[in-house]
């Protein structure tokens, strides 16, 4: 595996499963330090006795348990080199199904706890730079930030906005600390099986029929294109939207 993450120091939210999890895998892989933030205990204690990293406990709803998670990651692996906001939840339902709850529920957890967490994570990411060491955001947007589905208005605002957010932060913090966003299509993770769960085998094969791929990405291929960001093999690689979607922008 290359090496080319030797040595930094990453925290990945929602890095206890999923695309989350994929990634603080192949970073630790690639020589990085990683430290695992989300809501669920176990299975951050999981990932990092695989990487060897640090597993903290946090709601990233809450403005200053995100601070104090990223400052605890960044006081534990003497500073911070790069974070990765993975962390998110899908809503589905029509427009007339949608309460307030719901939809402040994905506007908070996919939009705001990835500016808790950029914001808490600027001055360690600067005291990185500074130093000569390269420093790095990445925020999993999702396809549906540029495709919208059916019945998924929340989620789909709510990606969107991290979007932009991405772009608008790569301006203001360019060239000291790059910023970009990955989109990824339908992934194999715990989070679309639940959405296919129970869905008729038609209805599941013509969602992945839209695929030119012909199958779901899986985890690890999206933690590859973020790995790639973060390293200094992206330090050309400013305010773009990397879109790994098995070819779904293109049916």
Not at 111 to 121: E, G, K, S, W
Not at 182 to 187: R, Y
Not at 239 to 248: I, K
Request: aromatic fraction near 4%; proline fraction near 4%.
């Amino acid at each position: 595996m290359n090496a080319r993450l030797q040595g930094r120091r990453i925290l990945v939210t929602g890095g206890g499963s999923g695309i989350g999890r994929a990634v603080a895998l192949r970073c630790a892989q690639e020589g990085a330090r990683v430290a695992v933030v989300g809501r669920r205990s176990e299975p951050l204690v999981e990932v990092a006795s695989v990487t060897g990293g640090i597993p903290v406990c946090a709601d990233l709803r809450d403005e200053h348990a995100a601070a104090r998670a990223v400052d605890e990651c960044a006081q534990r692996m003497d500073g911070l080199d790069g974070v990765v906001n993975s962390a998110g939840v899908l809503g589905i339902g029509k427009l007339e199904e949608l309460d307030a709850a719901q939809w402040n529920e994905s506007l908070l957890i996919n939009l705001t706890a990835p500016f808790f967490v950029c914001r808490a994570a600027l001055p360690h990411l600067r005291h990185a730079a500074q130093q000569g060491n390269s420093a790095a955001i990445v925020n999993v947007a999702a396809l549906a930030a540029l495709r919208p589905g059916v019945s998924s208005a929340a989620y789909s605002a709510a990606k969107a906005g991290l979007l932009q957010f991405s772009r608008t932060i790569a301006a203001e913090l360019a060239p000291s600390i790059r910023v970009n966003a990955v989109c990824p299509g339908a992934v194999d993770t715990p989070m679309t099986s639940d959405f296919l769960e129970g869905k008729p085998r038609n209805v599941r094969d013509g969602f992945i029929a839209r695929y030119a791929l012909g199958r779901l990405a899986r985890p690890e291929e999206i933690a590859a294109v973020i790995a790639f960001l973060l390293s200094s093999d992206a330090s050309c690689v400013i305010g773009s939207t990397c879109v790994v979607d098995g070819g779904r922008a293109y049916q």
